[in-house]
């Protein structure tokens, strides 16, 4: 087990991040589902607003090496088929495992007992399908983890880039009335 | 400023800024990503011993991911209790089976729908969640600002898929 102070801080971070999903909205059904209908664009604000300010920030921290990157890795298989299939499960249950949390904090009884109970259910059959088939699932990992890697540039060069263009779809995104 | 305390929303940039900020203190405390998906899986080595015993606990991914208490497990608890001091200070907290929705659908709008669209959707997402090695947040928002290639594609995926189906369904 984990030591006490490690446990807490989980437990801190959690609670500011809770109170900001749910205050940002997208600890509800209706907005995340018309997020996937393309109705509602508070997911994807949140989402790319976040990036941003993370990336700068992470970055940043990195250079100067008070922080260190834990980019995740994947392979075209198991990303792309877990994505979709997780898109499903996203429409149908109507939120994400960050969302259902806060959802169950806000008194949606529908993410407490039959959505959590999916998302066990969900991850146990993963996990069995694992027990057969790991050498599968583990096949062909990319062999770069992040873009500055695959490309081999430096990562300002498209921290700066992707942030201009997240900045202007946003902005472009309010100028449509979206 | 007590106006913004009991608001019952804060603008998606303020709330994205301070998601981004919230990150970078959890990297600099913590050494970790925002990620919550993994203790679901780690909890889901509880449910399966249940119904076919010990064993489970042996099984490769659960040696790998232990069904115990830690960093991220703690994480999504502190989610639960944040969002239900935000919904009370906004006076948004309600219990409700059945989610309040303009979008209609026998999904959402019955009990036994319900019970059956969120159960489903939650073996998909818990499924897909594993197999992409991530969510919305730990791909979504961690691995994307990481420049992770993985998490770009999954964070495609994810609205791909989830706006198939949305469209199929609503």
Redesign the interface.
Known sequence: ??SKL????????????????????V????VL??????EDF?VA??????????????YF?SDRG???????????R?????????????????Y????I???????????L???????????????????KY?DF?EKNK?K?????E?FKIN?WK??IP?TTVIIIF?FWLESIGF | MIKFIF?D??S??L????????????????????G??TS??R???K??ALFLGEK?YD????QKYKP????????????????????VL?G????????????ESI??QNLIG??????????????????????????????????????????????????????L??
Request: net charge positive.
């Open positions: 087990m984990e490690r446990l807490i801080k989980g437990l801190g971070t959690g609670i500011f991040f809770g109170f900001l999903l749910q205050r940002g909205g600890t509800d059904y209706n589902v018309g997020q996937l209908l393309l508070t604000r949140i989402i790319l607003t976040a990036i941003v300010v993370g990336m700068l920030g992470v921290l008070l922080v260190v990157l834990k980019p995740k890795s994947g392979s075209l198991r990303t792309i088929s877990g994505s979709l299939i997780f898109g499903a499960g996203f429409a149908l249950l109507g994400c495992p960050g969302t949390a806060g959802a169950i904090g806000q008194g949606s009884i529908d993410a007992i039959p959505g959590l109970l999916g998302i066990f259910t969900g991850s146990f059959i993963f996990a069995a399908f694992y027990e790991s699932i990319f770069f983890n992040t873009f500055p695959l990562h498209i921290i992707l946003l | 608001a929303s804060w998606p940039y709330v994205g800024t301070l998601i981004g900020v919230l990150s970078w203190f959890s990297f600099i405390i913590s050494r970790k990503a925002l919550t998906s679901f899986a909890g889901s080595a449910l399966g489970v099984w490769k991914y659960y115990e208490l830690e960093w991220q497990s703690m994480l999504v608890i502190g989610i639960v209790i944040g969002s239900f001091i935000s919904a906004s948004e907290f309600n219990l409700a089976f059945l989610p309040q929705t303009e979008f999904l959402n319900r019970i059956f669209s969120a159960f489903t959707g939650g073996i998909f997402l818990g499924f897909g969640a594993r197999l992409a090695g991530g969510c919305t947040s730990g791909h979504g928002i961690s691995g994307t600002f990481q420049l992770s290639i993985a998490s770009w594609i999954s964070l495609v995926g994810f609205f791909v898929g989830g706006a198939i189906t949305a469209f369904i609503f």
